[in-house]
């Protein structure tokens, strides 16, 4: 991946970036993962206009959150039939495991500066 940021982001720009992954995992787990897209989304919304970087990472993080937590909707929705419950339970489980340790890595690269791309995402937010 080719970065075409500025060659030193801001203090402030990767905190922002490190919340905007990191808040997917910690509010699916206290919100048991139905909140999970609302810290990426906050943080995009806040610094849409202030820094390319922190929008470009904070919209990652918010597509990439939306796809994990529609996995685990569709996990659930295959444990209502009996036959798809193992399958169910699969989704689920890749569904958290996914966000919570690619969440992490993403925290890491942006804390050094560098854009993270997740390897499974919905294009929504731009």
Same mark, same amino acid.
């Given at each position: 991946? #080719?970065?075409?940021?500025? =060659?030193? #982001?801001?203090?402030? #720009? ?7 992954? =990191? ?35 904070? $919209?990652? @993080?918010?597509?990439?959150? =939306?796809?994990?937590?529609? @996995? $685990?909707?569709?996990?659930? =929705?295959?444990?209502? #039939? ?45």
């Amino acid at each position: 991946m #080719t970065n075409h940021y500025p =060659l030193q #982001t801001t203090s402030e #720009t990767r905190i922002a970036s490190v919340l905007a992954h =990191l808040s997917g995992p910690i509010s699916a787990v206290l919100s048991v993962g139905w909140l999970s897209i609302v810290g990426p989304l906050i943080v995009w919304l806040l610094y849409r206009d202030r820094s390319t970087f922190v929008r470009d990472q904070a $919209a990652e @993080a918010f597509n990439f959150q =939306l796809t994990m937590w529609l @996995a $685990a909707v569709v996990g659930g =929705l295959m444990m209502v #039939t009996v036959i798809l419950i193992p399958l169910g339970i699969v989704f689920i489980i890749a569904a958290v495991l996914g966000s919570v340790v690619l969440g992490v890595i993403g925290a890491v690269k942006v804390s050094n500066g560098q854009p993270y791309s997740y390897p499974w995402k919905l294009n929504i937010l731009h």
